[in-house]
C-alpha cells in the first residue's frame, strides 16, 4: 500500500499525513484511501484515536538525575545523584505536599529541575504526542486536581498535578 504515515504536528499538536516515499504533507487524510485503510496506517491508533481529551494542562516537579537526558538545570549546573536519590528526594517533596495545589505550586518553584518552575511548575495545555510518552500517560491517567505518583521519564523523575 502507499507510504503514509501518520504523524502528530508538534507546533500545532495535531495529527498530520506524511508520505514516506515522497516526503509529502497533508492536513487531511489522502485522496483515494478509504476510512479503513487511514484507520490502519503507521500511527493512525495513537494520533487519530479520539478516546483522549484533546489537550489537558498540568503542572510538574522534576527532579533530575545523572541519567537525565540533559543532567543541568537553572539549580544545578552539573547533576550528578543518582536516580534512587533522586526518588528519595521527591518522596520527600511528595510527603510534604500531602495533596495541596498550592504546595506543588510552592515547592515546585524552589525545586524542580525544569524551567517551568519559574510558573510554580505549569507546562500549559498539551495533547497527546507533545510530552514524553510516560508522562502523557500519566497525566491522563490522573484526574483534575490530582497528583501523580512518581514517574520516570528521560528526562529524570516527576510528580504530576493535572490542572484542567
Ligand atoms: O522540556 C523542558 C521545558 C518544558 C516546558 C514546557 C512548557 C513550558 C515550560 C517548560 N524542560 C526540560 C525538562 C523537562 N522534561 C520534561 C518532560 C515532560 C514534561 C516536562 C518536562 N520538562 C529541561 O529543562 O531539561
Redesign the pocket.
Known amino acids: 500500500m502507499s507510504n503514509w504515515e501518520v504523524r502528530i504536528s508538534s507546533s500545532r499538536g495535531v495529527p498530520y499525513y506524511y508520505n514516506t516515499e515522497t516526503k509529502e504533507s497533508l492536513w487531511e487524510a489522502p485522496a483515494g484511501l478509504t476510512q479503513e485503510q487511514v484507520a490502519a496506517l503507521p500511527g493512525a491508533k495513537q494520533y487519530l484515536s479520539g478516546d483522549r481529551p484533546a489537550q489537558v494542562r ?1 503542572s ?1 516537579l ?1 527532579v ?1 538525575h545523572r541519567g ?3 543532567p ?3 539549580k544545578e549546573q552539573n547533576i550528578t545523584r543518582s536516580k534512587e536519590e533522586a526518588i528519595e528526594i521527591l518522596k520527600g517533596y511528595a510527603h510534604e505536599i500531602d495533596g495541596s495545589a498550592e504546595k506543588f505550586a510552592e515547592l515546585a518553584t524552589v525545586h524542580s ?4 518552575h519559574s ?1 510554580g511548575g ?3 495545555f ?1 495533547r497527546p504526542g507533545q ?2 510518552k510516560p ?1 502523557e500517560d500519566a497525566t491522563y491517567a490522573l484526574k483534575v486536581g490530582e497528583i501523580s505518583d512518581i514517574i520516570s ?4 523523575v ?1 510528580l504530576i498535578l493535572r490542572t484542567a
Not at 113 to 116: Q, T
Not at 153 to 156: F, K, P, R, V
Open positions: 498540568a510538574h522534576l533530575k537525565s537526558r540533559r543541568s538545570s537553572w529541575d525544569c524551567s517551568s510558573n505549569d507546562l500549559g498539551f510530552m514524553q508522562f521519564t528521560d528526562s529524570g516527576h
